[in-house]
């Protein structure tokens, strides 16, 4: 009973699990009015910059994202909450759109070059690891506040536990409490991110 | 021992000092030691995400050609249902231009599916969870205007809102008796499932509360696969908190 008590009064303090995605999941499958609308305001930054530094493009990340969310909206039946976050499931959306954009980017490209009878320069892969990255910061941004700038802080900024206390005007306590549950919580939205794709 | 808890394998990757028991015991535990590697990987990766820049919002015209192009395909159509008043014997069926706007039709497909998963963790569970009474109801039939039992709206320990019913169903009913929730304009409404006894519980979809959908319904679905409301009610009543 003490130790149930005591970690209650910790998740108070330090900000339960997200319960207001797991009900946008079901508004979102149901339909609900404005839920687009609030998925759209939770993940089109990392949507959209996964198009941005995939393609390098400004109009076409901008159209890449606009269609993500429009397909998202009309194969929503397809979605179900039980399997794992909207937010998941629209990032995944948005992987297939990218590469397919990459696709028909480098079929017009070898088009082009089996004209000019010139070899197809090798191709890096960057992108991997620059996705991981954005993905990662988009798990971050979920976070919410305090835990989002804390992490930001200590991750991102390379600031101390101390440091951050002082700028954030918290408890040094309440800084590592909320460094070793934003860790926790930041491994199983990793895993879970890289479930649904 | 017991294996270290999360918050202390935190700790041990986030660098910071914890009980001697405890980091004596992850060296020796495969368990804990993974993941605690684990915990460490997210921490490796967060300081590599570093390197990358923060995200970058879209400009608003983005959701502006969204909201566009969503609206372009979901026409508001003319109201379905037949009005509070209706009797049984005036059974008409809509005609086929009369259909439901496509998101009530979406919105009642994913309502099967949460009923489907809540009628079996009803199943498998041992014991009845703790329930708040939100709102209730007295029905009425629409035919004799007489009593027709009680719907409640019941709040459970997991913050989940279900629909209790209990009347008495017709002995020869033509066809499946659908429970619905349905809007105070009697435009708006949610398919909750199907009533096959004097007794059902009906979980309501997250979105749905009975401020805005305070009209419990029963009507008369014949078995043509025509999934929306088919103006035949029988019972009705009118939830209040």
Same mark, same amino acid.
């Given at each position: ?26 508004? &979102? ?13 939770? #993940? ?16 076409? $990340?901008?159209? #890449? ?50 004209? /000019?009878?010139?070899? @197809?320069?090798?191709?890096?892969? @960057? ?28 991750? &991102? ?30 491994? /199983? ?9 | ?19 001697? $028991? ?20 997210? $921490? ?13 919002? @879209? ?7 969204? $909201? ?12 379905? #249902? ?130 805005? &959908? @305070?009209?419990?319904?029963?009507? #008369? ?21």
């Amino acid at each position: 009973m003490t130790i149930a008590r005591v970690e209650m009064v910790a998740d108070t303090a330090v900000g339960a699990d997200r319960p207001d995605d797991r009900a946008l999941d079901h508004e &979102f499958a149901a339909g609900a009015e404005g839920s687009l609308e609030r998925l759209y305001r939770s #993940v089109s930054p990392l949507v959209h910059t996964l198009a941005l530094r995939a393609l390098g493009d400004a109009t076409e $990340a901008e159209d #890449v994202t606009q269609q993500t969310f429009v397909s998202a909206w009309r194969t929503r039946e397809g979605y179900d909450p039980d399997r794992g976050s909207a937010r998941g499931w629209v990032v995944g959306i948005a992987r297939r759109r990218i590469a397919d954009a990459l696709e028909a980017r480098t079929r017009e490209r070898r088009r082009l070059e089996a004209v /000019r009878d010139e070899s @197809p320069p090798a191709i890096a892969d @960057p992108l991997a690891a620059e996705t991981e990255r954005i993905l990662v910061r988009g798990e971050v941004e979920r976070l919410g506040p305090p835990r989002d700038q804390i992490v930001s802080l200590a991750f &991102f900024e390379g600031r101390t536990h101390e440091q951050i206390a002082e700028r954030l005007q918290m408890p040094l306590g309440t800084v590592k409490s909320h460094l070793r549950r934003s860790l926790l919580a930041l491994r /199983r939205g990793l895993e879970a991110a890289d479930a649904s794709l | 021992m017991r294996h270290c808890d999360d918050e202390t394998l935190a700790a041990l990757a986030l660098g910071e000092p914890v009980d001697a $028991a405890d980091a004596t015991h992850v060296e020796s535990c495969d368990t804990c030691a993974r993941e605690l590697s684990a915990l460490r990987a997210t $921490a490796a990766s967060l300081v590599d995400a570093g390197t990358s820049g923060p995200l970058v919002a @879209p400009p608003t015209s983005v959701w502006a050609g969204i $909201a566009a192009e969503v609206a372009s395909e979901a026409e508001p159509r003319p109201a379905p #249902v037949v009005p509070l008043t209706a009797a049984r014997g005036a059974r008409r069926r809509r005609e086929p231009g009369h259909m439901f706007r496509p998101w009530v039709v979406g919105a009642a497909a994913a309502a099967g599916v949460v009923i489907g998963a809540f009628g079996i963790s009803l199943l498998t569970r041992d014991t009845v969870p703790e329930q708040t009474l939100v709102a209730q109801a007295a029905l009425s039939d629409l035919a004799s205007e007489a009593d027709a039992g009680t719907a409640r709206v019941e709040q459970r320990s997991d913050g989940t809102e279900v629909l209790v019913v209990d009347t008495t169903v017709p002995s020869d009913p033509d066809g499946a008796l659908e429970v619905w929730l349905i809007d105070p304009d009697v435009v708006g409404m949610v398919s909750l499932g199907f009533l096959t006894g004097d007794h059902g519980e009906f979980e309501i979809p997250a979105g749905y509360d009975v401020v805005s &959908f @305070p009209i419990v319904d029963i009507s #008369v679905e014949p078995a043509d696969g025509d999934p929306t409301h088919s103006g035949d009610s029988i019972t009705r009543g009118i939830l209040e908190s």
